[in-house]
């Protein structure tokens, strides 16, 4: 059984009550919140290992709540939300969402991503990994560390390190849009190619001294990415 610890935030009962029933029975501590203070404040003090979120919440759009817990935690967060947009969901992961579920859901589905949202968070370090050094930036793979040039240390979510860790492992080649959606998100997420232009663009923000005109995270367009020293 999992004994991780899930946030599931919602306004409605009926959601928090059947999640709660299904993510007991299948292992999971479940802490509930019904508006996004609550959210933030049982975030805080609860220590969750995954957080499931409504966008539309009473108090205030589930974004905020995002960026709120992305102001100090890397915690995987799993948007639930009825919006079913393109530009929702591109937003939602702009703010730093890990992945998107749009409702109706099956419990299924949902169970399968929260399991990838935990894999992906756990840290699992493998001894004599190298230190691959960009230049303007150093990946420590075996500590699951970026530092800048000047030793700053860089703060990664776990899927933007997933991305990361899997173009520097394969350094100098092409890697399929559709391989590194398999490998960082699992095999159902082949086509969510809108996930990866969010997340280049994001590692770009953290990395690149000029994102606009990136030298390391480079894109094949219409084929992949590359990472270049």
Do not use: C
């Amino acid at each position: 059984m999992s004994q991780h610890r899930v946030l599931v935030v919602d306004d409605d009962p009926q959601i928090l009550r059947a999640l709660r029933i299904n993510l007991t029975a299948h292992g999971y501590q479940v802490l509930l919140a019904q508006d996004g203070a609550a959210a933030l404040r049982a975030a805080a003090d609860g220590h969750p290992d995954v957080v499931v979120l409504d966008l539309g919440l009473p108090d205030m759009d589930g974004t905020d709540v995002i960026a709120g817990l992305r102001g100090w935690t890397t915690v995987p967060i799993i948007v639930l939300s009825a919006r079913t947009g393109a530009a929702d969901t591109v937003s939602a992961l702009d703010a730093g969402a890990d992945d998107y579920v749009t409702k109706p859901f099956g419990m299924a589905e949902l169970l399968a991503r929260l399991r990838a949202a935990v894999r992906r968070a756990a840290v699992s370090t493998v001894d004599g990994e190298p230190v691959v050094d960009a230049g303007d930036f150093r990946v420590d793979l075996s500590a699951k560390k970026v530092l800048l040039a000047d030793g700053t240390e860089v703060h990664l979510t776990p899927t933007e390190w997933g991305v990361l860790e899997l173009l520097v492992r394969h350094r100098g080649k092409l890697v399929g849009q559709r391989e590194v959606l398999r490998a960082v998100w699992g095999p159902n997420y082949s086509t969510e190619t809108n996930y990866l232009r969010v997340y280049m663009a994001q590692l770009r923000r953290k990395l690149e001294p000029e994102p606009a005109r990136p030298k390391h995270l480079i894109t094949e367009a219409g084929m992949g990415y590359r990472f270049e020293l």
